[in-house]
């Protein structure tokens, strides 16, 4: 009987290496200037068994990534990111950004952060930490609110 390499090993073959040049060039693909996100040429880079962490959800598997990034497009009027920096060591990625969304009836707001993305061993990503203050950024853009906010922070937490 003739064994079948697995899927994810077939598509990481036919992909380029990740590396700080090629994450720049496929992430800055990701939002065009109409502020339409399209994911698709990212997924293939992403394991089946997919890990995505942010500070408020943690999803497993790929299918279930796919249908957040969904989830995010539909929620925004407009999304942009615009990267920073990009740093690879080893099998470890960072990717530094600002994110700028636009919610229907809401200004635009703009969200900074970083990403962690840990490759396994087939160069896929196994493992996405998003890290960011998604309150604090959107209460900025609230008059009056964004101060009480920071004074509230600063009172509690130093």
Known sequence: MESK??????????????????????????????????????????????????????????????????RLTNRCESLSMELKNVIKSENVIMIEWVMTMSFKKYPSTPLYGSTRLTLNKKGLIAEQRDYYDMWGDIFNNIPRFNKMYRRFLARKFG
């Not at 299918?63 to 990034?69: D, I, R, S, Y």
């Open 5 to 70: 390499p697995d899927k994810d090993h077939l598509e990481s073959d036919s992909l380029e290496p990740l590396t700080a040049q090629s994450v720049y060039r496929l992430w800055s693909k990701t939002y065009n200037t109409q502020g339409k996100t399209d994911w698709s040429h990212l997924f293939p880079y992403y394991d089946e068994n997919i890990v995505f962490q942010d500070s408020i959800q943690r999803v497993e598997g790929k299918e279930e990534f796919k249908a957040m990034c969904q």
